[in-house]
């Protein structure tokens, strides 16, 4: 009885976590999935039909799901699987009712175009998932958690479609350039659907028909039949509308091959024979197959788990055999579940099936789920290098990437989140830092190589009107670089220190051109809508508010860098309009005049931005749903629960040269409320760049040198003090205070005091050693004196006894010394 009410627990707790899963994954707009799949009136697609949706319900893919049946009237009238799935109906394409030509793939884009004219499920969703019959999933495909967003969808790679690479692209689509060898797994916006499905449609037409060009040198179709007409009509219709895919090659695999180290695929392809020892499986063999409809018959059994173990030592290899196995059995036990459903008797019992049954099974087969705070963060790194990866054919102009600091710790720890980044998000191209700086700061400057470096003369003091505005120094070392440095680079992306790369920035994707910035919006910048814009700029109507990064062509940024310095200069001396209500300043103190001294520059030259808004997110800030922000930039305090981190508080801790120093550690993702979407996905962000920052920190510390935390004594550790090494041999430097307590409280906007060094401990240690050497040289001239005294037998007693005395006088003195070190040693 106590073995069914635990039974009875798991399947309720099971059910209610199916329901909060629904709701996690957010089936209310802007957040609604639908997954779509195309077959036809065939038992061929009746039991890839049965495995798909069994996978569907057993991966809790979120969301309806709508096959899109393509039946003629004929075989509607003696076809038995109307049941097998929520199904629309689309009219069969297979034999084209204008050319007669017979080529069913096209019912694909056929049926997708129907569902969106035709169906009330195209009318309340956000996103769409389009798969195959031949797949199986293992784990929820959720768009936005992929890196979707609209106008970018995610796709599995198709490396064979090479006629985008040739003529064929040329022929069929006027972007070429867009054309992205992508299938199978898509997942995209509504809105980017309904543009494309037409397109597919017609492309898809337009290449059938081009028999001209269906050899396999031209298209990579085996059979030079024109057989993947249908996909070419997919990537040359997503490149005629404008849309650029992001590829991952990660989420789908091909049972039989071997998967990427440390990659858990969530979906299997199985479009083409595998193997398991001598059992093999190809899809191909049951065309014909009435499999569903057979009562207790299943797909021939592969080798059990344990046989797998003893078959193969190369782990990869291993993984591969057990991806195979777990597709067929998923396979076979969706069979199960159907016959059953028909209404077949109970299978007679076998081994297999206990298997199939079996927790073992279920465990091997558990929903993979995506992680989402590394997922977020790796999938964008993945997916935005094969943007320059994947398109070794096409030349793109050259980038530099440069950011403005100055000689301080605060400027250097941002410094080192910024260069860690720039290295993961493959950023193409060169980084450089301006490093403003005083000749005295410079003197004791000591993070010279944490990044490729131009010196700058320091403008933070105004040469000539004695003005302190550190902030001025960004125009002015751009200026600077600019006529000093051997720049060999077509586009400039410029960057404020405190920024985190998670992608990319591009001035092909985000279409920036000579004459044609990007950056992205800093709508507080009003000063450009009223008095300000029109007495510091001829051209008001081309004040742009915006800021924090900037795509330029470099003839643009050579032009236009003299006058972002001067239009600074000139908004900062006109202090009769640093009110609020003018500027947006909320202090009012003319800080944000190089802001405007770029926008009123940029004016003067009549340069209008593009201006985008999915470029840029404040860590803190909600985010638009499906957009893979590129840059975090936490120049603002942002918190999640209790946990907060503000960059003003860090302006006088030294991250960089304390060993080991980072910023508290972030709450774990899965401690957050999954009630809102909306702030999940704001502190996942939040706990990204934290975490971003703080690996940034540990990797700089371990570059340094820094001694293993673990050897630093666990008295030290217990009394929440940081103990670090000095390279002189024998000398410590301890810090008074633990990381918890230099930091202020999160509501102060004080900077903290540099942590003090405490000198009492060097200084008695040295005492200690001292006395030590003292003692020494003591017994050996004590041991000196007694053995070169007089031989003589009367007084040989004598010294004998005087020796035994001043021996075991120094034993307790040194006794007594080892107890007040020791008692010295615990005070501290």
């Known amino acids: ?193 309904r543009a494309l499905a037409p397109m597919w449609l017609s492309k898809t037409e337009e290449v059938r028909e081009d028999r001209a060009h269906w050899a396999t040198n031209i298209t990579g179709d085996i059979y030079a039949k024109g057989w993947i007409s249908e996909m070419y009509g997919y990537s040359f219709g997503a490149a005629e509308v404008g849309l650029h895919h992001k590829i991952n090659d990660n989420l ?43 009562c207790g018959r299943l797909f021939p059994e592969p080798p059990y788990p344990r046989e797998v173990q003893l078959m193969e030592s190369d782990p990869n290899i291993k993984r591969s055999l057990f991806l195979s196995i777990e597709c067929i059995n998923t396979l076979n036990e969706g069979l199960l579940l159907q016959h059953k459903a028909n209404g077949c008797s109970k299978p007679s019992w076998s081994k297999y099936l206990s298997f199939l049954r079996s927790k073992t099974f279920a465990e091997l087969t558990r929903p993979r789920f995506l992680t989402p705070t590394l997922q977020t963060m790796d999938e964008s790194i993945q997916t935005v290098q094969k943007l320059v990866i994947d398109e070794p054919g096409k030349k793109h102009p050259k980038i530099h990437t440069i950011f403005s600091t100055e000689c301080t710790t605060y400027f250097d720890w941002q410094t080192v989140g910024l260069v860690h980044s720039f290295h993961l998000s493959g950023q193409p191209g060169n980084i450089t ?95 450009c809508d009223n008095e300000l814009a029109r007495l510091h700029t001829r051209h008001p109507e081309a004040c742009d508010k915006v800021g924090g990064v900037i795509i330029m062509h470099i003839d643009d940024l050579q032009k236009f860098a003299m006058l972002w310095l001067h239009k600074t200069e000139e908004v900062r001396a006109d202090k009769a309009h640093y009110a609020t209500n003018i500027t947006g300043d909320i202090y009012a103190s003319g800080w944000i005049s190089e802001m405007y001294g770029y926008s009123f520059g940029a004016a003067e030259l009549k340069l209008r931005h593009i201006i985008n808004k999915e470029i840029l997110i404040y860590p803190g800030y909600i985010p638009e749903p499906g957009v893979s922000y590129r840059v975090f930039h936490y120049g603002l305090e942002f918190k999640v629960g209790n946990w907060s981190i503000d960059k003003a508080n860090y302006r006088n801790v030294d991250m960089i040269n304390k060993c080991w120093e980072k910023f508290p550690d972030p709450p774990d993702p899965s401690t957050l409320d999954q009630a809102d979407e909306d702030i999940r996905q704001r502190d996942l962000l939040s706990i990204e760049c934290a975490k971003t920052l703080n690996e940034a920190l540990r990797l700089h510390h371990k570059r340094r040198n820094c001694p293993d935390p673990s050897t630093i004594s666990t008295s030290n550790l217990n009394s929440g003090k940081d103990v670090t090494m000095s390279r002189k041999f024998g000398s410590f430097d301890e810090i008074s205070a633990s990381r918890s307590n230099q930091m202020p409280k999160n509501n102060s906007h004080k900077s903290s005091k540099p942590a003090m060094i405490d000198g009492t401990f060097s200084s008695f240690r040295f005492w200690v050693v001292a006395l030590w050497v003292f003692a020494g040289l003591g017994f050996l001239a004590v041991m000196f004196v007694v053995f070169s005294g007089p031989k003589r037998r009367g007084t040989r007693g004598k010294i004998y006894r005087n020796k035994k005395r001043s021996s075991y006088s120094g034993y307790s003195d040194m006794n007594g010394r080892d107890r007040q070190i020791r008692s010295a040693d615990a005070s501290l």
């Not at 695999?253 to 083409?272: C, N, T």
Request: glycine letters at 8%.
């Open 252 to 294: 789908m695999i091909y049972p039989g091959y071997i998967p990427r180290e440390g990659v858990e695929p969530i979906l299997f392809h199985y479009g083409l024979p595998f193997k398991v020892g001598n059992w093999s499986f190809s899809k191909l063999d049951h065309h014909e197959d009435d499999i569903v409809y057979d």
């Open 1 to 193: 009885m106590a073995k069914l009410i635990a039974l009875g627990l798991v399947v309720v707790l099971g059910l209610v976590g199916l329901g909060i899963e629904g709701v996690e994954t957010g089936q209310k707009a802007p957040w609604r999935i639908h997954t779509l799949f195309s077959v036809e009136c065939q038992n061929y697609f009746d039991w890839q039909t049965v495995g798909l949706m069994h996978s569907f319900k057993k991966a809790q893919q979120p969301g309806p799901i709508t096959r899109l049946l393509s039946c003629t009237d004929e075989e509607k009238q003696k076809y038995r699987g109307m049941d097998l799935a929520p199904t629309l109906e689309v009219p069969s394409m297979s034999r084209h009712p204008r050319t007669g030509d017979w080529y069913p793939a096209i019912n694909k884009p056929a049926g997708v175009v129907h569902w969106l004219e035709n169906s009330k499920d195209a009318e309340n969703v956000d996103w769409v998932v389009i798969l195959d019959a031949d797949m199986i999933i293992r784990g929820p495909i959720i768009p936005w958690e992929l890196g979707a967003e609209k106008g970018r969808p995610v796709a599995a790679y198709y490396g064979y479609l090479i006629g985008c690479d040739n003529i064929l692209a040329k022929l069929h689509t006027e972007h070429p350039e867009l054309c992205d060898k992508v299938g199978g797994l898509l997942a995209m916006h509504i809105d980017d659907l």
């Open 433 to 527: 830092r301006l490093l403003s700086c005083t000749d005295e700061d410079l003197k004791k400057y000591t993070g010279h190589d944490l990044v490729p470096t131009h010196y700058v003369p320091s403008m933070s003091r105004h040469p000539l009107t004695g003005d302190w505005y550190p902030a001025i120094n960004k125009p002015a070392a751009v200026l600077h670089w600019l006529n000093h440095a051997n720049i060999d680079a077509e586009f400039i992306v410029i960057l404020d220190a405190d920024m985190i790369l998670r992608g990319p920035i591009t001035p092909w994707e985000f279409k920036a051109e000579r004459g044609r910035p990007v950056s992205t919006p800093y709508d507080y910048l009003i000063g």
